[in-house]
T-cell receptor
Framework: GNSVTQMEGPVTLSEEAFLTINCTYTATGYPSLFWYVQYPGEGLQLLLKATKADDKGSNKGFEATYRKETTSFHLEKGSVQVSDSAVYFCALPYNNNDMRFGAGTRLTVKP | DTEVTQTPKHLVMGMTNKKSLKCEQHMGHRAMYWYKQKAKKPPELMFVYSYEKLSINESVPSRFSPECPNSSLLNLHLHALQPEDSALYLC???????????????FGEGSWLTVV
């Protein structure tokens, strides 16, 4: 079945640093791919998604490109802010009614 | 704007209490979900309602009882819970349950449950 493998955290960066969080997937066919973000004490928010190979999802300065050659969907941001401190989950659909999540990567950005 | 609203945000209940978590969405979505999330873990699926019918029950103990009164509302009735049931309970919705690999699931803010 579909699954994702996400880099282990935690990740600690200084403000304005470059961020990469790696995500690789195993899937039948070419499902949509997602990044969700969970800020402290909150639920999950959809950060971005890509629906087909070579698509780039982007939002709030974050980007991820759906790469079927490397089965990857790495999350990047050129300059992180303290407010980006959160847990980030890579995800893809599983069966018709579920989502498979990566383990989550906790990002802490220090001023 | 996508929005799934959950109440209450925090709930503390004893092991003999009966309480309910409530969820509402006004996006016209026809699939609604309950997920459970323990600390430092990803969410785990509990139940799925598709077109107001229970389509998935992931072997959840009967002390959790879902209810879908209409296409916009989803409840989770709680009775005789255990301390290990303390967690964040997330409601979610998606356009339909049958979009398969294109399904986008939208989550609420969650209800923090503590069982004492």
């Amino acid at each position: 079945g579909n699954s994702v493998t996400q880099m282990e955290g935690p990740v600690t960066l200084s403000e304005e640093a470059f961020l990469t969080i790696n995500c690789t997937y195993t899937a039948t066919g070419y499902p949509s791919l997602f990044w969700y973000v969970q800020y402290p004490g909150e639920g999950l928010q959809l950060l971005l998604k890509a629906t087909k190979a070579d698509d780039k999802g982007s939002n709030k300065g974050f980007e991820a490109t759906y790469r079927k050659e490397t089965t990857s969907f790495h999350l990047e941001k050129g300059s992180v802010q303290v407010s980006d401190s959160a847990v980030y989950f890579c995800a893809l659909p599983y069966n018709n009614n579920d989502m498979r999540f990566g383990a989550g990567t906790r990002l802490t950005v220090k001023p | 704007d996508t929005e799934v609203t959950q109440t209450p945000k925090h709930l503390v209940m004893g092991m003999t209490n009966k309480k309910s978590l409530k969820c509402e969405q006004h996006m016209g979505h026809r699939a609604m979900y309950w997920y459970k999330q323990k600390a430092k873990k990803p969410p785990e699926l509990m139940f799925v309602y598709s077109y107001e019918k229970l389509s998935i029950n992931e072997s959840v103990p009967s002390r959790f009882s879902p209810e879908c009164p209409n296409s916009s509302l989803l409840n989770l009735h709680l009775h005789a819970l255990q301390p290990e049931d303390s967690a964040l309970y997330l409601c979610a919705s998606s356009q339909t349950g049958g979009q398969g690999t294109r399904n986008t699931i939208y989550f609420g803010e969650g209800s923090w449950l503590t069982v004492v």
